[in-house]
């Protein structure tokens, strides 16, 4: 059986006054039915620019090249009025901020029940029950109530669970979360992942989980791609990962997660320096300049994304624990 | 209003509803109330028992306000004021309205699709909005009147044919004004991302356009197109009184055109219609201003 969605050397670029700006790198991915994958690194990373591009929803300015196969037919150069088929139906996606990605001026039970009924047909009063059903599964209180609501009458975990409930409505395969719970308070932030995987196990959903958050993604996700400026340079089961990482990168991002033991007034590690500038293409490791274990190697040649065995793939010529 | 109601839970739903009331400044009754009497007189101005608005009065020329049968007095040549003032609200609403809606409805539509779209329509779009703007409204109406309705007296073109260029040259300039409204409204909203969200799950775009962009662009060109027919009654005017408006004294411009030789000795044949058209050129500016407050404060709650 073909898995539910493979990307094969994707590449996203932009053009800009500045020159091409490469926001994804020849990024190979595998996700089967059912299965919860983690993409993680940190701002400007191309994280959101992957999703977006899988989906095919990127501005006019961007340039995508590469094959992007959904159930084993390639989607990215079907025309525009084909892919829109897929959305909703076949793929959907969450949006980081509650607060702008629902109009503000319709009503909660209008927005619910809009792609109910444009895209499944469904006459009002079907949707109407079919958009409390939804709700009371992402557990709103009072749905009847809701459904007559504005946004602004709602908190953002509400508005999440309204806009997870709008990304399930037309049982999609293929869940896309981008920063889920990034605009949220860390008590509901734990909810709503438990939600997401919750559903994504009843309706066997393919989900590819975006983050900068490694906690985030530890307990909900089956495989893990880091990303550093467009590039993926780790990619491995869970379990894995974090038994095993291979890549400075990761372990850098993993260290600077706050922690309950750490005493009151220890500073928190931080990477030092910046993303490097993505318009210009230069030799060496992405990572390198602010690499702890960088060589002069790692500076000048750039290191393939190399196979360690056991599912694990890494970007780096001086491993953590050495190589395979 | 019912949506503001609902928020607070320690009142109940009517104290709230005239809390909000109170709020409403002592202008927007005055404007409210002048558009009230001027669309009344416009469109059920026939009931009134006025004297006819086109037949001359011989036994009283140029008789002053407040004299017998005729309430604000006559012209030098007999016409009823009250009479042609409450004819000229009719044609005032009629042309205005027309040339608003039909006007402001193309623009618009060409200015949120242009801004949905994006590429070589808008670039397009941009440039024609930027043409039309750049032509002097006045010199636009006057060359497709006279071109269009040209009248002399071997050559008369009938009152209708001048009513509608008119209309159609007032719909040209209305275009590019609510159209660069539109268009403005809509690179910001479209941006938004609730119309990605939306777009996401497989709607299509005019499905958006209704439903995501129309109804938060809509406030602006609300408040724009008041103001836009308080500019139509101004640019009217300054037609009639370039002699090229609604001919025969019929507008208020065109009764302000008429009565100017005669400010020394009736000066009411002036001062009534211009008064008309000032009151309702402010009664729309102010009314347009709320309307834009009003429909604002639900986004501004969030």
Redesign the interface.
């Known amino acids: 059986m073909s898995p539910l969605l493979k990307l094969e050397d994707l590449n996203v670029s932009f053009a800009t006054p500045r020159g091409d700006l490469r926001a994804v790198k020849n990024v190979n991915i595998e996700l089967n039915q059912g299965e919860s994958l983690g993409v993680v690194g940190e701002s400007g990373s191309g994280k959101t620019v992957l999703s977006r591009a899988t989906m095919g929803l990127l501005p006019s300015t961007a340039t995508r090249t590469g094959k992007i196969l959904y159930k084993g037919e390639d989607i990215s150069q079907l025309p525009r009025d084909e892919v829109r088929q897929l959305w909703g139906t076949g793929m959907a996606m969450i949006f980081q901020d509650p607060m702008t990605a629902l109009n503000p001026v319709r009503r909660i039970g209008t927005q619910l029940t809009e792609s109910l009924t444009v895209r499944l047909g469904m006459n009002k009063k079907d949707a109407r029950e079919k958009a409390i059903e939804l709700m009371k599964r992402v557990r709103i209180p009072d749905p009847e109530g809701m459904l007559r609501k504005f946004p602004y009458q709602l908190s953002g975990g509400m508005r999440q669970r309204i806009m997870i409930a709008i990304a399930v409505s037309c049982s999609p395969e293929m869940l896309f979360a981008d920063e889920p719970t990034t605009a949220l308070d860390v008590t509901v932030q734990a909810q709503v992942l438990e939600l997401l995987t919750e559903l994504r196990k009843e309706f066997n959903m393919g989900m590819i989980l975006v983050t900068h958050d490694l906690g985030v993604v530890a307990g909900h996700t089956d495989k893990i791609a880091v990303m550093y400026a467009g590039d993926v340079v780790e990619y491995a089961p869970t379990r894995q990962l974090f038994n095993n990482m291979k890549m400075p990168y990761t372990e850098a991002l993993l260290k600077s997660i706050p922690r309950l033991e750490t005493p009151t007034g220890t500073r928190l590690p931080v990477i030092e320096g910046r993303l490097p500038d993505p318009t210009k293409n230069e030799p060496g490791c992405s990572f390198a300049n602010r690499c702890p274990y960088a060589t002069d190697k790692c500076r000048t040649e750039t290191p393939p994304l190399t196979d360690g065995g056991n599912q694990h793939f890494y970007r780096c010529w001086f491993p953590i624990g050495g190589g395979k | 209003m019912s949506?503001t109601a609902?928020?607070p839970t320690t009142e109940s739903p009517a104290v709230a509803i005239k809390k909000v009331r109170k709020k409403r400044p002592i202008g927007f009754y005055i404007a409210a109330s002048w558009i009230g009497l001027v669309l009344f007189l416009g469109l059920f101005g026939w009931i009134l028992p006025t004297p006819k608005w086109d037949a001359s009065f011989f036994d009283s020329l140029g008789v002053g306000p407040f004299s017998k049968g005729h309430i604000l007095g006559t012209t030098q040549d007999g016409y009823d004021e009250f009479a042609g003032l409450v004819n000229g609200a009719r044609i005032s609403i009629f042309v205005s309205f027309i040339a608003v809606t039909v006007g402001g409805g193309i623009g618009s539509f060409i200015g949120i699709t242009s801004a949905y779209f994006?590429?070589t329509y808008d670039k397009i779009v941009v440039t024609f909005f930027n043409i039309l703007l750049s032509i002097p409204n006045l010199v636009l109406s006057l060359a497709l009147l006279s071109v269009l309705a040209y009248s002399d007296e071997n050559h008369p073109s009938s009152t209708n044919r001048r009513v509608v260029v008119l209309i159609i040259s007032l719909i040209v300039v209305i275009i590019p004004i609510l159209g660069r409204i539109g268009r403005g409204a809509t690179l910001q909203w479209s941006s938004?991302?609730?119309v990605?969200?939306?777009?996401?799950?497989?709607?299509?775009d005019f499905?958006i356009i209704r439903?995501?962009v129309l109804?938060?662009v809509a406030p602006a060109l609300l408040a724009i197109g008041f103001l836009a027919i308080g500019s139509v009654i101004i640019v009217e005017g300054s037609l009639a009184i370039l002699g090229i408006g609604v001919p025969g004294g019929a507008s208020w411009g065109s009764m302000l055109a008429n009565g100017r030789g005669n400010l020394e000795f009736s000066p009411w044949e002036v001062y009534c219609p211009a008064l008309c058209i000032a009151f309702t050129v402010i009664s729309c500016n102010w009314f347009g201003d709320y309307v834009r407050t009003a429909l604002d404060q639900?986004?501004a709650?969030?």
């Open positions: 949506d609902v928020a994006r590429g938004r991302e609730f990605l969200a939306s777009k996401s799950m497989g709607t299509k499905m439903k995501h109804p938060n639900r986004e709650k969030i």
